[in-house]
């Protein structure tokens, strides 16, 4: 639920947390790659990161993916799909549910951003997108990390969640000053 200025939510902690297992799984990735990846190869973490838990019907949902190169070697042909959000039920505003890089350096690191546009409401699961990259000779296919689930809400429905009570809130002071 969008905050009012100032205000404090509980799901903040949660988003804390959320990054703090991130970053968590990050560090632990690093480790692994260090020891794991041998001269010259890449190894990548792909990470599928939505901006918000909530979304309004007919305003736009925004996925981010970050792609790391943690190996040494370079990975060429990288091509990222996210089949989650169908076109049923969302319109691409911006990006592109597949997308190509011909090379990710080793060490480096690259993005994506896919903003949707949602037709209807409800829940989605957002899961994870698919990859493939070229090593050397072989193949490599994975998935990204996957994001949260999707609330879709109609536009009523939100300004009911996000409105401010002024007039409840004016009555409320009226009866208790009419009380004292």
Same mark, same amino acid.
């Given at each position: 639920? &969008? @905050? ?6 509980? &799901? ?13 799984a ?11 990846v041998?001269?010259? !190869? &890449?190894?990548?973490?792909v990470?599928?990161? @939505? ?8 305003? !736009? ?7 790391? *190169? ?5 990975a060429?042909d990288?091509?990222?799909?996210? %089949?989650a +959000? ?5 319109d691409v505003?911006?990006?592109?549910r %597949?997308v190509? /890089?011909e090379k990710? &350096?080793?060490?480096? #690191? ?8 949602p037709?209807?409401?409800g ?15 072989k *193949?490599? #296919? ?8 999707? !609330?879709?809400? *109609?536009?009523?429905?939100? !300004?009911?969640?996000?409105?401010? /009570? +002024?007039?409840?809130?004016?009555? /409320?002071?009226?009866? %208790?000053?009419?009380?004292v």
């Open positions: 639920r &969008p @905050l009012r200025p100032g205000a404090f939510s509980i &799901p903040c902690v949660c988003v804390c947390s959320a990054m703090r297992q991130a970053m968590i990050l560090v632990v990735l690093l480790v692994v790659a260090e020891v794991s041998s001269a010259e !190869e &890449p190894q990548l973490a990470f599928k990161n @939505l901006q918000q838990s909530y979304a309004v019907q007919g305003g !736009e949902v925004v996925i981010n993916f970050q792609i790391y *190169n943690l190996g040494d070697g370079a060429h990288f091509k990222l799909e996210d %089949t +959000y169908e076109s049923d039920n969302f505003v911006y990006g592109k %597949t190509s /890089f990710i &350096p080793a060490g480096s #690191s690259v993005s994506h951003t896919l903003v949707l546009k037709k209807t409401t829940r989605f699961n957002a899961g994870a997108a698919t990859y493939t990259y070229r090593a050397g000779k *193949n490599v #296919s994975g998935q990204s990390t996957q994001a949260p689930l999707l !609330e879709i809400v *109609n536009q009523r429905d939100h !300004e009911r969640r996000s409105a401010s /009570f +002024y007039l409840e809130w004016a009555v /409320f002071l009226l009866l %208790t000053i009419g009380v």
